[in-house]
């Protein structure tokens, strides 16, 4: 199971977080507009395995306007 973890986290922090920081956008402004707390923006891209809720993950979701069923295919679970 921690596969789908890494596999999650991994996907985020590669396909979203890390444009949002290189277009010069803050950590925190990631969080506030996906509707997280900048702790687990942290959590999400740190080097600790972190096992991501479904709630955090389906806020995300809902603020880039994503079904988390075409989440999970983007991701390829």
Same mark, same amino acid.
Request: overall charge positive.
């Given at each position: 199971?921690? #596969?789908? #973890?890494? +596999? ?7 396909? @979203?977080? %890390?444009? @949002? ?9 990631? $969080? ?12 999400? +891209?740190?080097? +600790? ?13 809902? $603020?880039? #306007?994503? +079904? %988390? ?9």
């Amino acid at each position: 199971m921690s #596969n789908v #973890n890494s +596999k999650i986290c991994n996907y985020i922090t590669r396909e @979203w977080l %890390l444009p @949002w920081l290189k277009a010069g956008k803050s950590q925190s402004s990631f $969080a506030i507009r996906h509707n997280i707390d900048e702790s687990t923006v942290r959590k999400i +891209k740190g080097k +600790k395995e972190y096992r991501i809720p479904v709630e955090t993950l389906s806020k995300i979701c809902e $603020a880039k #306007n994503l +079904k %988390l069923s075409d989440f999970f295919l983007l991701v390829g679970i």
